[in-house]
């Protein structure tokens, strides 16, 4: 009995250290590896700000996203288009250039997991498993020059 209790203690004492170095080197993947051998998998929420089906829960996220980045200023906003556009129309033509899912996924790969999302609420995690949708949307804004 006495001889389990310090094992187990020892343990114990080992996967806190380990936590606390990866946490120490910011080194977020070890950290969370660590955590996670200690405190098991997180569940996916059923329930994402209160909805629990799945096109409830993307129409959130959609509708969450088209409020994010939007001009502080309307009519400057309008004026700085139309300046960008004119000045545009007047670039040479460039050959077409397209991004493929191999692209996509070597840069999504070098992401840090575990970061905070930023103005747009985007983490890495999502990028993680959108490579193809995102190879569409970035050949959607290269073919129509849009950023």
Same mark, same amino acid.
């Given at each position: ?12 004492? @080992? &996967?806190?250290? #380990? ?5 120490? *080197? ?7 590896? +660590? ?42 906003? @309008? &004026?700085?288009? #139309? ?5 545009? *129309? ?7 250039? +397209? ?49």
């Amino acid at each position: 009995m006495q001889l389990n209790l310090k094992t187990e203690l020892q343990s114990t004492s @080992s &996967q806190n250290n #380990s936590l606390n170095d990866a946490l120490l *080197s910011k080194d977020m993947d070890a950290f969370w590896n +660590s955590w996670k051998s200690k405190f098991g998998k997180h569940q996916r929420a059923k329930v994402v700000d209160g909805c629990c089906d799945e096109k409830s829960i993307a129409d959130n996220f959609a509708k969450m996203f088209s409020q994010v980045c939007v001009p502080n200023f309307y009519e400057r906003h @309008s &004026q700085l288009r #139309s300046n960008f556009n004119d000045q545009f *129309s007047c670039y040479p033509q460039t050959r077409v250039v +397209s991004v493929d899912v191999e692209t996509v996924d070597k840069c999504v790969s070098m992401l840090k997991m575990g970061k905070a999302a930023g103005i747009d609420c985007f983490m890495a995690k999502h990028l993680k498993y959108a490579d193809v949708l995102l190879v569409t949307l970035f050949n959607i804004l290269l073919t129509h020059s849009l950023v």
